[in-house]
T-cell receptor, first 113, second 116 residues
Framework: DAGVIQSPRHEVTEMGQEVTLRCKPI?????LFWYRQTMMRGLELLIY????????DSGMPEDRFSAKMPNASFSTLKIQPSEPRDSAVYFC???????????FGSGTRLTVV | AQSVTQPDIHITVSEGASLELRCNYS??????LFWYVQSPGQGLQLLLK??????LVQGIKGFEAEFKRSQSSFNLRKPSVHWSDAAEYFC??????????????FGKGTHLIIQP
């Protein structure tokens, strides 16, 4: 099992550009979560999916953020247009039984200049 | 809404000494509680979890945690730390059905420094 796979590991982009972060959950995990980590705010839940369906996106900070899960093995988080304050580490996590915990990916470190 | 407080931002411990990291939670129902560890540049790794049964739970890497409902606490302990334990530690509470179906709420973390 390769675990939760995120790409890219690092992304540097200019303000105003579109950024797409990618996540491949563990096979068989029905839940997928996107988190953002910053020094100031810690780990924040942005959005989560159950069986590919978005359940709660109330954590998405602005309309510039969007997420999709077209199938059970792939999810994207898109920021358009990006701003410097979006700079953070973005984690994807998946779970089969949430009460047993989540498995996190290694994260994507996004820097918007 | 649920919340988690980790009172200690930084803790310094000598190698071989015992460790206790504090965690207090606020949640209206029976909590599902977790401890995660994050090494620099890495994702979060699950150390242990509690949702029922014995209030003292054992985890990986020699860690244990004790759930105390009366104190709304879930403190993490290790009898003897190793230099490789230096990392960021996060306590979390699970919300929603099944103790996390609506997401985990994390504390701000405790940065553990190990002195030689």
């Amino acid at each position: 099992d390769a675990g939760v796979i995120q790409s890219p590991r690092h992304e540097v982009t200019e303000m105003g550009q579109e950024v797409t972060l990618r996540c491949k959950p563990i096979s068989g995990h029905d839940y997928l979560f996107w988190y953002r980590q910053t020094m100031m705010r810690g780990l924040e839940l942005l959005i989560y999916f159950n069986n590919n369906v978005p359940i709660d996106d109330s954590g998405m900070p602005e309309d510039r953020f969007s997420a999709k899960m077209p199938n059970a093995s792939f999810s994207t988080l898109k920021i358009q247009p990006s701003e410097p304050r979006d700079s953070a580490v973005y984690f994807c996590a998946s779970s089969f039984i949430p009460g047993y915990g989540y498995t996190f990916g290694s994260g994507t470190r996004l820097t918007v200049v | 809404a649920q919340s988690v407080t980790q009172p200690d931002i930084h803790i310094t411990v000598s190698e071989g000494a015992s460790l206790e990291l504090r965690c207090n939670y606020s949640y209206g129902a029976t909590p599902y509680l977790f401890w995660y560890v994050q090494s620099p540049g890495q994702g979060l790794q699950l150390l242990l979890k509690y949702f029922s049964g014995d209030t003292l739970v054992q985890g990986i890497k020699g860690f244990e945690a004790e759930f105390k409902r009366s104190q709304s606490s879930f403190n993490l302990r290790k009898p003897s730390v190793h230099w490789s334990d230096a990392a960021e530690y996060f306590c979390a509470v699970g919300a929603g059905s099944g103790g996390g179906a609506d997401g985990l709420t994390f504390g701000k973390g405790t940065h553990l420094i190990i002195q030689p």
